[in-house]
């Protein structure tokens, strides 16, 4: 079942990829497009890539310095694994859903618990989309005149973006901070499900829920009375997120572009992710690229913006996607190996 669905969920990618693909090239000139790409400075590209990179690991030490404030052994290079893999299934999957279950099933595998390591990585998402929160609401609020004018074209999309984002926000703070309400949802989720599936050794299994959940509201009550740890990993993803959006500025100079400033230019890209970044798509796949075309097409000239939006992406997405692919492997061949020595250790004693 499992397999069936990541098999799913990468069909819909190429689907999509498809149409994204179809309606960025159609109609172009493919001669003009080889033309600038092979003009262009590929230095900055290697630098955003660096950056991609960066950004993917920027996770990995949030992780890693969570899970030791609560007092979880977490391995730093294990971490390192748990990003790429949330990366990659984020990026093939309708909203990310397929990260966090992912990068949960390898912290199953190193023995940390999942009650705790569910509420660490619903505070690495709630900081995540919380940067996201902070830029649309002040561009919203602020209405800078030299971003408005480029994004007056797209603000529909952009207070869609803000809306949804507040909306997860709150609501996943509602459950990390209320501990007793995430408890009585996931009871009440499971009772409906044991008249549905009957499952065997009901009261067991509840009782192991009840269990968990203590460890999830004792680590609540923690980083209630450490609001700092909190501080910390927002200012963290806060430098993460603006070096990721920071690549579009850095494929717009590999173009030999000048004059734009480069605040203005990493926050109009914040401000496409603010815009997709809850949408049902694989990456914001087809509207990322829509939004690009039409925000950045007065910056970059009616020439040169689709090379810039195919370079930026191709880094900041499809580079990442990659990237996460690879060690996402890796994260498969080396942790699921080790979990097989040790249960063949155990069964020979």
């Known amino acids: 079942m499992k397999n069936k669905k990541t098999i799913l969920n990468i069909l819909f990618l190429l689907a999509v990829f498809g149409a994204t693909v179809y309606y960025v090239f159609h109609g172009e000139d493919m001669a003009a497009l080889s033309y600038y790409l092979k003009q262009s400075d590929v230095r900055y590209w290697i630098v955003g890539v660096v950056l991609v990179i960066l950004f993917i690991l920027s996770e990995s030490v949030i992780i890693y310095y969570m899970m030791r404030s609560v007092g979880q052994p977490a391995i730093l290079t294990h971490c390192f694994l748990y990003s790429f893999v949330g990366f990659f299934f984020s990026a093939i999957t309708p909203s990310a859903t397929g990260g966090q279950p992912a990068q949960l099933y390898f912290m199953k595998k190193d023995k940390l618990s999942i009650s705790v390591s569910t509420l660490i990585l619903m505070i690495v998402t709630i900081t995540y989309k919380a940067v996201l929160v902070v830029i649309g609401l002040a561009v919203m609020i602020f209405r800078p005149a030299p971003l408005m004018k480029y994004l007056a074209p797209v603000m529909g999309w952009c207070y869609l973006g803000v809306a949804l984002n507040v909306f997860c926000v709150l609501f996943m703070l509602i459950l990390v901070f209320h501990p007793t309400l995430a408890e009585n949802i996931l009871v009440t989720i499971f009772k409906i499900l044991g008249k549905l599936i009957r499952f065997k050794k009901e009261e067991k299994l509840l009782q192991k829920l009840r269990n968990s959940m ?39 100079l590999s173009f030999s572009l000048q004059g734009a400033n480069p605040v203005v230019l990493t926050t109009l890209q914040g401000m496409i992710s603010v815009s997709v970044d809850m949408l049902p798509l694989p990456g914001g796949m ?21 090379p810039v939006m195919i370079v930026s992406r191709g880094i900041s997405y499809y580079s990442q996607l990659l990237i996460s692919a690879v060690m996402t492997g890796i994260a498969y061949i080396t942790m699921g190996r080790k979990v097989k020595l040790q249960h063949g250790g155990k069964n020979e004693k």
């Open 214 to 252: 203590e460890k999830y509201r004792s680590v609540a009550d923690y980083l209630k009375r450490n609001i700092k740890v909190i501080v910390y990993v927002f200012f963290i993803t806060f430098v993460q997120r603006c070096m990721w959006f920071f690549i579009t500025y850095l494929v717009y």
């Open 286 to 306: 087809g509207i990322s690229e829509n939004l690009f075309l039409q925000i950045f097409k007065p910056i970059c000239g009616t020439d040169l913006v689709l």
